[in-house]
């Protein structure tokens, strides 16, 4: 697993996978909200 | 791959981070294609067993993905090409769980999350006791006790990571502590939910101690979705909870080496716990809020959820393609019956407060 407590120096303004995945979400769920998503199927 | 330019010009690291964007592309594709293989697998094995009447046991997407995993990291040698998606397995967990809180009324959230956080601070607490005697019996390093304790009372890897910085300990003994937790992590998943299927726990049970009692986040929502749907909603909520707790403990044990002038003191320990704090927690409790306020129809809610199940796909394939158990035997084999012995009896503590939460509050 990749070692994210330390960035690289030009990623220093790089957001973590926590907020990466929390910012996806909600943009999906966005999206599902405006029907741009329809019946999702499993 | 691009090369590394003394001239950094703005348009030099916006390529690069494209081509970083493309780098994962490969990985997530075989992510995608041993999870879709797996959900595949299921619906064949068993149509086709029940179409000629055998006796064939029902084996779960989840496994199926798992295992198929597990055979191409342990039989085949997968190429660098991958390795970068590969990594990426740790998004795709934490945009399911945040997907998850949409499958959460608020009530629920409250309730189970109420219940989880008093289990939980009785498991950390023990469970920190226990790995630091074991750890000093089978006389470990100092740090890689600490990090051994860290990893099975909270959160696995990530909590071995948080805490690898904060307490100055060396790469070798964060490489031992994590085979340890990944190797026990991949024997949860089958011991689990042999053992509650044994008891005849129900959803909610099953699911709180899968939460409490296994400690990577990924194999803790594994554990509990190869039980059923509604014990894998438990489990990531009560996993979730214990989540929560990691920079509470990680600053105990930075404080704690940094009185031994053994890591940095920490200056400002709010700012310490907002760092370490896993925000995806407050995605999941943000999207559950969201549909406590009706925000979406049914119809949306089970997109949502559907979306999550995807998402965890992914997830349980990197599982098993990093689970690499000759690696994980070249670490060493007293970090790993340190954490056996631990792991065993934390098991039997949760599974003994579960059993007894049960009594108490019917869940």
Redesign the interface.
């Known amino acids: 697993?990749?070692?994210?407590?330390?960035a690289a120096p030009?990623q220093g303004r790089s957001l973590?996978?926590?907020?990466?995945?929390?910012i996806?979400?909600?943009a999906?769920?966005l999206a599902?909200?405006l029907d741009l998503?329809?019946?999702?199927?499993? | 791959m691009a090369s590394s330019t003394s001239t950094s010009l703005p348009r030099a690291e916006s390529d690069n981070r494209w081509l970083n964007a493309l780098s994962v592309v490969p990985g997530v594709l075989l992510l995608a294609g041993i999870g879709y293989a797996g959900k595949v697998l299921e619906r064949s094995i068993n149509g086709y067993a029940k179409a000629h009447h055998w006796t064939f046991p029902n084996i779960e997407y989840v496994l199926w993905a798992i295992l198929i995993g597990l055979v191409i990291s342990n039989v085949l040698t997968i190429p660098k090409i991958f390795q970068a998606g590969i990594d990426t397995y740790e998004f795709w967990l934490k945009l399911g769980i945040v997907l998850l809180g949409a499958r959460f009324v608020l009530a629920d959230v409250l309730k189970l999350g109420g219940i989880s956080l008093a289990l939980v601070v009785i498991e950390i607490t023990v469970s920190l006791a226990l790995m630091t005697f074991l750890g000093k019996i089978f006389k470990l390093k100092p740090k890689l006790i600490s990090l051994l304790a860290i990893g099975s009372a909270v959160c696995g890897v990530s909590a071995i990571i948080a805490a690898k910085g904060a307490i100055d300990a060396d790469d070798e003994d964060a490489s031992f502590a994590m085979a340890a937790i990944l190797a026990l992590g991949a024997l949860s998943l089958f011991t689990f939910p042999a053992i509650a299927h044994s008891l005849h726990m129900n959803d909610v049970s099953y699911g709180l101690w899968a939460g409490l009692g296994v400690d990577n986040t990924a194999e803790a929502t594994a554990a509990g979705a190869l039980y059923s749907d509604a014990a894998g909603k438990v489990a990531v909520l009560a996993k979730t909870a214990r989540n929560a707790m990691i920079g509470f403990v990680v600053l105990g044990y930075a404080i704690y080496w940094s009185r031994k002038s053994q890591a940095e003191a920490v200056t400002n320990k709010a700012a310490f716990l907002w760092k370490k704090f896993p925000k995806f927690v407050l995605g999941f409790l943000l999207m559950s809020l969201l549909v406590g306020f009706h925000t979406f129809d049914k119809g949306q809610i089970t997109s949502l959820g559907n979306l999550s199940k995807w998402a965890f796909l992914l997830t349980f394939a990197g599982v098993g393609l990093r689970t690499n158990f000759r690696e994980m035997l070249q670490q060493g084999l007293r970090p790993f019956i340190v954490g056996a012995l631990g792991e065993i009896l934390i098991a039997c503590l949760t599974l003994g407060l579960v059993i007894g939460a049960n009594r108490v509050w019917g869940l």
């Open positions: 697993m990749a070692d994210t407590s330390k030009n973590s996978p926590d907020i990466w995945a929390v996806v979400a909600l999906l769920a599902v909200k998503f329809k019946n999702i199927p499993w």
